[in-house]
C-alpha cells in the first residue's frame, strides 16, 4: 500500500473543493507539457458552476493523505477539451482540463459541454473562446 497526498483543487468561483490525488495532477501537467507551453496554471471546468477557473499547479498543498492500492481505481479521472477561438489563425488551441469522478463517460461529458460557463475566457491572443470539443 502507498500513500499519495490528496491536493485541494477548489473552484475559485464557487468554492468547490475536490481532494484530487497527486498522481491525477502529475498526468495532466505530463499531458500539457507536450500539447503547450506553460503548465503553471491548469484551466479546470468545475464540476459544481460549470465555469471555467485558475489552478496554480505550482502553488498547491495536499489536503490529506489518501492510501492507494494497486487493485484500486482513482476516485476522480479527467478529460482534455480543446477550446478555440473565431480567429482561425491562432494556435494552438487552448486547453481545458474537466476532473470528473471515476466512472464518467466520455459521452456523459459531452453532454454536460452545453452547461458550461465559459464567458471570459479567452485565447492566449485575447480572442473570446466560442468552441470547445473533447479530446479523444
Not at 495532477?25 to 464540476?47: G, M, N
Not at 498543498?61 to 482534455?80: H, V
Not at 471515476?102 to 468552441?131: D, F, M, R, Y
Amino acid at each position: 500500500m502507498t500513500l499519495i497526498p490528496l491536493i485541494d483543487v477548489r473552484c475559485s468561483l464557487c468554492d468547490k473543493a475536490l481532494g484530487v490525488q497527486q498522481t491525477i495532477l502529475v498526468d495532466i501537467v505530463q499531458h500539457l507539457r507536450e500539447t503547450s507551453k506553460d503548465v503553471a496554471y491548469l484551466t479546470l471546468l468545475c464540476p459544481g458552476c460549470k465555469a471555467a477557473f485558475q489552478f496554480d499547479y505550482r502553488e498547491r498543498f495536499a489536503a490529506g493523505m489518501t492510501a492507494q492500492q494497486p487493485q484500486n481505481l482513482d476516485d476522480y479521472i479527467w478529460f482534455s477539451i480543446q477550446a478555440e477561438c473565431d480567429d482561425s489563425n491562432c494556435k494552438p488551441p487552448r486547453t481545458l482540463i474537466a476532473i470528473r469522478p471515476a466512472g464518467t463517460t466520455q459521452k456523459q461529458l459531452s453532454a454536460e459541454i452545453p452547461t458550461w460557463n465559459l464567458a471570459g475566457l479567452l485565447c492566449e491572443h485575447g480572442h473570446p473562446i466560442v468552441k470547445v470539443s473533447l479530446v479523444t
